[in-house]
């Protein structure tokens, strides 16, 4: 849990959760997932990171409806310098104000 912790601290912590109506936060041994709220780039409402290595996660960008999973996008090998600005760049959403 201490990974998924620090991955939603890195995101911008409580003011991330505001933001983008993030829920469902669910922390795996090296992962965050959640959800977002309607509005988001290409009707992305799941997302997950995941440490890959030391130093770089990968973010899976999903549209689920239903029974329905469509992946979206996936960036490997992001830092931590530029997670919040890789979700950002997926989604259309802001992490920081």
Excluded: H, P
């Excluded at 992305?44 to 990968?58: A, Q």
């Excluded at 999903?62 to 890789?86: P, R």
């Amino acid at each position: 849990m201490q990974v998924a912790k620090e991955i939603l601290n890195q995101l911008g912590g409580n003011k991330f959760i505001a933001l983008t109506r993030a829920k469902d936060l669910a922390g795996g041994e090296n992962a965050l997932q959640f959800s977002i709220g309607r509005g988001a780039k290409r009707g992305i409402n799941k997302i997950r990171i995941e440490l890959t290595s030391m130093d770089d996660y990968t973010v899976t960008f999903w549209k689920i409806t239903g029974i329905d999973f469509k992946k979206i996008d996936e960036v490997t090998g992001v830092y931590c310098d530029t997670l919040a600005s890789v979700f950002t760049e997926k989604t259309g959403f802001e992490t920081k104000l």
